[in-house]
């Protein structure tokens, strides 16, 4: 679940806010909170989205935010301040008062700029050296043998059993060349 979460100190400008977002086409969860700790619990739990806050909210200031954020969130700071400057690309900072479509576009394009992140992710290969890619051919091999079962059902048990329990195939494959010799 993607979301956004608007941080004020005051919950009208943060209503105001959250309004212009909904009435302007965005269908996406928005969530208001006044402090940190409310914007970390949200955060916490949402898959991946944008935080818009000012300076300060209850608790911390806008940088001690954004360091304890999940990495798969984008911030979006508002400040009546011109001095101000970010060193990140998921930090945006938008000078108060600000244009309606400005907003809009900040929070369009860290939305789109998160999905493409996932997007390049996804595509990048895992390269394995010859001597990973053998064990988990053989740790494939013994599980056909045990199972009776072709390559593609052996590589799919394997996969579930890392992702079963947080390991890398190569991880799984050793684990199971062991308990295969005996070793363990």
Sequence with gaps: MECIVVAFPKRETAEKIAEIIRKNGLDIEIMIHHSASGVLSETQLADAGVVIC???????SYTEL??????????IMISKRTDLESGDDRLKLLTSPF???LLLKLVTDSLAERKKT???????????TPQEQKMIDQAKEILMKLHGI?????HAMLQKQSMDYHRSMVESAQMILLL???EW
């Design 150 to 154: 072709d390559e593609p059902e052996a």
């Design 180 to 182: 295969q010799s005996g």
């Design 66 to 75: 954004f360091d304890y954020l999940p990495r798969n969130f984008h911030m």
């Design 99 to 101: 244009q309606i479509q």
């Design 54 to 60: 000012t300076e300060r909210i209850q608790g911390m």
């Design 118 to 128: 996932e997007r390049k992710k996804k595509q990048i290969k895992i390269q394995r």
